[in-house]
């Protein structure tokens, strides 16, 4: 098998390979991210490199989505070229995933707030009882004499029911083997680590002397597109740090729906998938860990969140009857595990559990998010709406809930818009619109290299209010305006021009990107407006609307209002939460009884599956329009 | 390091070691197995071979053990004998443990009746529930459809939910992974195992098809001389057969004190004794799937009963502190674990329970015996009775229950004895004396090779109705009898001539060993007489009298009354139970109720220690002689 060397710039990643792989699969063996919406298709051409040295051999895909000055100066797409030599490879920003961006995106700095939570919540409120899963009790236990010679195991339960309110213990093999010196040694003075276990709880290890303060514990939330995880000081509920990172997994496909084709459409197909979110979460660990001048070892616990899909990838359960019909899972309620089951690296004996699912399509970020946003606790009506390109939709009190699922597209992540990306590093997060003048603002205020989601709401929004398009989201050409010029025969809108941006060429909204973002509103607003009408209530009689997605720092809700995407009701109702999965993944993590609350919410709500709910497609329709054919839906709209 | 060669006769059996290791050690690679009572100390003698080729180097131990003729034949100890040169030894027939003889002591084919247990219960008993602690069901599930949509492993409880009475229900992770597929290549048609865990029960495997009918579990007794493992059908809950073999753990040290030295003196001491009972219990199973024509995979539970001692160092627990004032162990209960986790070989997700312990003397063979004796079930006072090295005695009923351990020395078993040996095959078991003319019986009816405790009770109660001996246990050197004669400057009784035994030498009882005896009959006696006593109630109070102990198929109980081992009450009240604990292991292995009644009976059992109970030294004193000094207590008695 003939060996080349692919260097990628502007990193100087180098790597050795076999001959045959293609540039994408080389990128991730040198630790060097690409951009991809579509898994390596070869049909978003999101992946565009230049090969600065070294052969090309340019494929149907590549000349598709590449002009002819662009194939002449080496750019091809890294997912369908073959490394057949040495090869330098530049990765031009546009198709740069950027580590550092997404941590900040990760940090929820903003709007994973109140981190007083638990104290902010009223004290008859059992989320309020800060209890973590995993907790280490220091014992000072009395020696054994003639009159009290009980086992040693017992005696440490003993002082343990003496120390809190819990009465029920088990221990594991491991923790009682070698126990007898360690006592002998330590004077009788040690710390017991104890996780709950369903009734009970769970002796994980017994440490000499008093380790009570270093426990910590890591709240994750398992995207599909991002993986985020807190370190948290399990003693004092601290919040210590958070890191955030691509789901590795996107090498195997872009959406969940690929993902599981390609975990199920291969022997063993499922492992690298899974692999690839565990090296993630290691990696994050590894960083936290580093950051925070703690040992690895002294994480014992893990909750994490995600969609029914990445649950199951987690916990290397083989998902493909989750997309075929009638959509079933393996699991909706997880065993708790020790996290090196998943070889994740923590304390050996350390738990990790899962947030439970709802259904196929609502997952256990939408329970975690519930949590957070106390949908379940009081008899108000609340809603949780989570943007994406599965959009998932909650509502309810703590009498009843229903949820749903709505495949909204990857229009609000960037995905399927010419000019689209995530919100990271160089996205433009914030448009204006006035007087014909542009004004923007960027992530990272760096030069501009796509438009994010709520760029994206903005722009439409902006676009329509300037009467630039329609209602119907196409262009007026009647107007006069410099901006709007013809991109590849369709109408477009330029938002940065060429010399502005980082890449060097317009960032333009076209017509059928607008057509996509219409699609992904109304398939949101249809969603919502179907659950409503489903319970019976009108969006009035909602108490609170919460708002979560990766829209990075800032959605403004006035916007989303007006393009339709979020009904028109009082703005002081709408919250925007951020990413409420997490915040409810660290809720549970510090709490017994809100993990317990989790398994509850989960079981208690209703899933509507829309594709065979016949109101749905007629509300899609009446909702593709800015801001909707119903124009009394919207009576505060100014356009 | 020089390598030598050795060969062991008769057998054969050649090794390669290294110079300087004991021939005890050589014989243990080879896998030729050498009585020893000492563990290797060169105090019991018992270990002498014949080295008929190579050099020999006489030790002190081997002089002060062996005749001049004997070591001018080659005779030397095994355990103090070095390797120095290839070397052939013959190990003679007293030396020999005999595996195949052990077996057929294991397998309690007359006392572990009745078979039937479960059925001659009281139908109110809930001892009569046949509940396996593991449980294959097979279930025949209905396919999902968009009406019926819930989860894989929801699916599977609901019909296991139907098809049992019990409602909770976990699950381990490895068992999730890879059910999907499992469930839709197999129509839908599965067979889960099941397995009580505390409250719930856990679903360890899920099988393609239906293999309710493969489900076997294994009733162990840990003894410390023999480990006796008994193959159980988990779904009849009919024997299939039982294997018995020598404690491996015998080239360590022969009781448990001199194990726990070996297993404390050293670094590591633990592991060579952990992984010997392993490869005993291994070895067991490899026999008895084999000869059933079984995988090991259809054994799906273990449950094991042994002293505190034995039970610490099955599951790899430092025993140190057992022996050692105040007595205290690591655990008395013990956890549900997997049988992989002491790389035992069963089903990789097959369970392993060990059954509580009393005290640090008083084990879960005993809890195992008070269970299938039923005392711990009736309102009537029971008491069991285990003769051996340590004799332990719990009496009671199902109000109360006290229990007390004896120190009684290895007489019973052979030890200590110049011509005891254990119940195996050559082993004299009945001896008669009639007008001077002896008559014995030997197991497996082959040459007499020595006389085990069976046949040592029997002697002393003819030779001293025969009034050879006096009550005191002195010879009457008045007695004209031609089988009263000297050995080493001590009067002796010959039981069986040279002539007719497997060595070519005289098997004489001396005084000495008449001595020794003495002091262990006396001291469980002693031991029950305190215990009666403590609780205060009479001999006559105990309803019924059961004797355990490894005294082979037969112990003669008139006689052992007559010489004061047993209180003298009515027969009609004593019965010879054999292996208790095996018959408590299978019941607990085979009933989740019986299983739950051992940890309450150990729970319950108060534990007398009799080395701080003053009355007890006094009883002890008082029972050196025969049949007792107060010969009140043994009306019936008739010399």
Known sequence: MDMYNVTFLPD??????????????A???????????????????????????GKVLADKHSIGFLSKEEL????????????????????????RLEEEQIMIQGAVVDYSQPEKVFVTKLPSDPLSLFEPLVQKIYLEL??????????????????????????????????????????????????????????????????????????YGLALDVGTT???????????????????????????????????VFACSKEKGLNPLHAAVVKNINNMIKTLTKENGIDIKQITAIVAAGNTTMSHLLLGLIPCSIRLDPYVPTAHVFPQIRAAELNIHINPEGTLETVADVASYVGGDIVAGVLACGIADRPEV??????????????????????????????????????????????????????????????????????CGSGLIDSIYELVRNKIIGQDGKFNLSTGNERIVEKDDEAAFIVAFSKETETGKDLAIRESDISNLIRSKGAMFAAIKSLVDYVGLSFNDIDTFFVAGGFGSYLDIPKAIAIGLLPDIDLKKIKFVGNSSL?????????????????????????????????????????LFLPHTDRKLFPSVDY
Request: with cysteine; charged share 25%; net charge neutral.
């Open 12 to 25: 100087g990643k180098e790597v050795e390979v076999e001959a045959g792989i293609t540039l994408m699969q």
């Open 583 to 623: 915040m409810g993944a660290r809720m549970a993590l510090l709490s017994t009884h809100a993990f317990e609350r989790t398994v509850r919410i989960a079981s208690r709500m209703t899933n509507i599956e829309l594709s065979t709910y016949l109101p749905f497609m007629d509300e899609y329709v009446a909702a």
């Open 27 to 53: 990128a991730e063996k040198a630790g060097a991210y690409i951009n991809s919406l579509c898994g390596g298709k070869g049909v978003c051409g999101k992946c565009r490199v230049q090969v600065t040295n």
């Open 382 to 451: 609340k809603a949780l709406i989570d943007v994406g390109t599965n959009g998932e939709i909650a509502i309810g009190n703590n009498d009843w809930m229903v949820c749903c699922s709505a495949s909204a597209g990857p229009a609000f992540e960037g995905g399927g818009i010419s000019c689209g990306m995530r919100a990271t590093r160089g996205a433009i997060e914030r448009v204006e619109i006035n007087d014909g003048r542009v004004m923007y603002r960027t992530i990272g205020k760096a030069k501009p290299r796509g438009i």
């Open 142 to 215: 009395k020696e054994p004499s003639g009159e009290d010679n009980i086992a040693d195991i017992d005696r440490i339960m003993r002082e343990l029911k003496r120390r809190t309110e819990y009465q029920s213990f088990e221990i594991s093999l491991r923790c009682l083997q070698g126990l007898a010196p360690k006592l002998r040694d330590n004077n009788w003075k040690v710390t017991a680590t104890v996780a709950r276990h369903g009734d009970l709880w769970r002796i994980l290890q017994i440490e000499p002397g008093d380790t009570s303060d270093q426990n």
């Open 226 to 260: 991002t993986v985020v995880a807190q370190l948290v000081n399990l003693k004092s509920g601290n919040v210590l740090g958070v890191a955030g990172s691509h789901n590795l997994q996107s090498h195997y496909g872009e959406d969940v729906i690929s993902r599981m």
């Open 72 to 95: 002449n100066e080496g750019f091809v797409l890294a997912c369908q070229t073959k490394v057949t030599s040495d090869m330098q490879v530049l990765i031009p920003p546009e198709s």
